[in-house]
């Protein structure tokens, strides 16, 4: 083969490579804002989420403070599993609702609950699906304690979702039971 050939050769591959690419493919940047509660390195999340029951919540200076009893609510195989181990269903048998609240241990903890912390309950008149009503802590307070509050679709006995940072309550949302 002559240099010549060879070279022509090269060059015809090196064309045809280039323009099969031009034009036939598209860059795209896509940017995306991500929110300060992501965690990064090593350690917990920097915002927990914990079910249990409120057993008081009394006001301490410009807030709250709040005993809690934590529990599990499990679902799925979890559930079907811990259920038939404590007897609640027999085994191999799945939990009603797909749910099941496992509080092995009371053992109040503590959180500080700002004034101004998210809480949603269930009520007959709020504005989701299940009444999801939005109140503040201070009628939240008096629905623990048994004072003057508006009329709730179901006890808090069904429980709460608290959204938390190290003791602090940032949010609870009251679980609905069917």
Same mark, same amino acid.
């Given at each position: 083969?002559?240099?010549? &050939? ?5 060059? @015809?591959? /090196? ?7 031009? /034009? ?13 509660? !992501? ?25 709250? &403070?709040?005993? #809690?009893?934590?529990?599990? #609510? ?7 599993? @811990? ?5 609640? %269903? ?24 700002? *004034? ?20 503040? %802590?201070?009628? !939240?307070?008096?629905?623990?304690? /048994? /004072?003057?509050?508006? *009329? ?5 006995e069904t429980g709460v979702w608290i959204r938390y940072h190290i ?12």
């Open positions: 083969m002559t240099r010549g &050939v060879f070279l022509f050769g090269v060059s @015809a591959i /090196g064309v045809a490579i280039a323009v099969t690419g031009c /034009g036939s493919t598209k860059t795209v940047t896509r940017t995306v804002t991500v929110g300060g509660t !992501l965690k990064a390195g090593f350690g917990p999340p920097s915002e927990l989420v914990e079910f249990g029951y409120i057993k008081s919540l009394t006001r301490k200076g410009s807030g709250f &403070v709040m005993r #809690f009893d934590p529990a599990w #609510f499990l679902s799925g195989v979890t559930a079907n599993t @811990a259920a038939a181990e404590d007897g609640a %269903v027999e085994p191999g048998q799945p939990v009603p609702n797909d749910n099941y609240r496992l509080n092995e241990g009371h053992r109040l903890l503590t959180y500080l609950v700002p *004034a101004n912390a998210k809480v949603t309950v269930l009520t007959r008149h709020g504005v989701g699906s299940l009444g999801e009503t939005p109140i503040t %802590v201070a009628e !939240l307070g008096r629905i623990v304690n /048994g /004072g003057k509050h508006r *009329a709730l679709f179901e006890p808090l003791d602090t309550v940032r949010s609870l949302d009251q679980q609905y039971q069917p």
